[in-house]
């Protein structure tokens, strides 16, 4: 239903929801979609909405991006590759960030390229350091029939075998689907995260029509613990009445 949701406004709420955090979190990392339509403008409203964050803020690509409009639009962070598919890596210590390029430009599936599969076992085999993975596009099917079939369908399995080599990845992150689930994948856990907009509803029929409601907008905050490792709260956008004391 075009112009129910003002995804910017909604974005700025987010924004909003994350400086209110106490302690802010290192970075903010957002899992594709950036754009609506890729286009240049798109993604100088997307910069001057996370210029108001005073943390990193990293994007992996989503199937609404366009690979050299992203790229040329934050140029300026260091963060994305000159040329090629938007892999990149950051030192974060005690954790590495591993952006991935599920992009397929004019399509809603993605897929993960044989160079993009190569740089995960690259950058892997590179350091022990425990990391967390973000790509668009989930490489599962979760029961949401739509969804599923725009999901990662090429790379998924490829993906799953090269962490099952490399136990050090806490988390596979990703988005697309507009609403949180979790699998085991590979010998780690890969999550789907909410939206900070609209959520897809929940409709596990294989015939459920593509349907989003206005269920609360949220995302995922990671908390590293040298000793128990990765923890992942989903916490809402919108203030909830309260606290109160017990
Ligand atoms: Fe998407």
Same mark, same amino acid.
Request: hydrophobic residues 40%.
């Given at each position: 239903?075009?112009?129910?949701?003002?995804?910017?406004?909604?974005?700025?709420?987010?924004?909003?929801?994350?400086?209110?955090?106490?302690?802010?979190?290192?970075?903010?990392?957002?899992?594709?979609? !950036?754009?609506? /339509?890729?286009? @240049?403008? #798109?993604?100088?409203? &997307?910069?001057?909405?996370?210029? *108001? %964050?005073?943390?990193?803020?990293?994007?992996?690509?989503?199937?609404?991006?366009?690979?050299?409009?992203?790229?040329?639009?934050?140029?300026?962070?260091?963060?994305?590759?000159?040329?090629?598919?938007?892999?990149?890596?950051?030192?974060?210590?005690?954790?590495?960030?591993?952006?991935?390029?599920?992009?397929?430009?004019?399509?809603?599936?993605?897929?993960?390229?044989?160079?993009?599969?190569?740089?995960?076992?690259?950058?892997?085999?590179?350091?022990?350091?425990?990391?967390? !993975?973000?790509? /668009?596009?989930? @490489?599962? #099917?979760?029961?949401? &029939?739509?969804?599923?079939?725009? *999901? %990662?369908?090429?790379?998924?399995?490829?993906?799953?075998?090269?962490?099952?080599?490399?136990?050090?990845?806490?988390?596979?992150?990703?988005?697309?689907?507009?609403?949180?689930?979790?699998?085991?994948?590979?010998?780690?856990?890969?999550?789907?995260?909410?939206?900070?907009?609209?959520?897809?509803?929940?409709?596990?029929?294989?015939?459920?029509?593509?349907?989003?409601?206005?269920?609360?907008?949220?995302?995922?905050?990671?908390?590293?613990?040298?000793?128990?490792?990765?923890?992942?709260?989903?916490?809402?956008?919108?203030?909830?009445?309260?606290?109160?004391?017990?």
């Amino acid at each position: 239903m075009a112009g129910l949701v003002d995804t910017n406004a909604m974005t700025d709420r987010a924004v909003d929801a994350l400086l209110r955090l106490s302690p802010r979190p290192d970075a903010v990392i957002v899992s594709g979609d !950036i754009a609506e /339509h890729g286009q @240049p403008g #798109d993604y100088a409203v &997307a910069r001057r909405l996370f210029e *108001r %964050l005073p943390m990193p803020v990293y994007a992996v690509p989503g199937n609404h991006d366009r690979r050299e409009a992203m790229r040329a639009a934050f140029s300026d962070r260091a963060y994305l590759p000159s040329s090629g598919p938007l892999n990149f890596v950051i030192d974060a210590p005690p954790l590495r960030l591993i952006g991935l390029d599920s992009l397929v430009e004019n399509q809603g599936h993605g897929v993960l390229s044989a160079e993009t599969l190569a740089f995960v076992e690259r950058t892997l085999t590179s350091s022990n350091r425990p990391a967390m !993975i973000f790509v /668009h596009h989930p @490489p599962f #099917d979760c029961g949401i &029939a739509h969804m599923d079939r725009i *999901r %990662l369908i090429e790379g998924a399995s490829e993906l799953e075998q090269i962490l099952s080599r490399h136990n050090q990845v806490q988390r596979v992150v990703t988005g697309h689907v507009h609403r949180p689930a979790l699998v085991r994948f590979g010998g780690t856990l890969c999550q789907i995260a909410p939206s900070v907009a609209h959520q897809v509803a929940l409709d596990l029929n294989p015939n459920g029509p593509p349907c989003f409601n206005l269920e609360p907008p949220a995302f995922l905050l990671h908390r590293w613990d040298d000793d128990i490792g990765l923890v992942t709260h989903m916490a809402y956008v919108d203030q909830a009445t309260g606290p109160f004391d017990f």
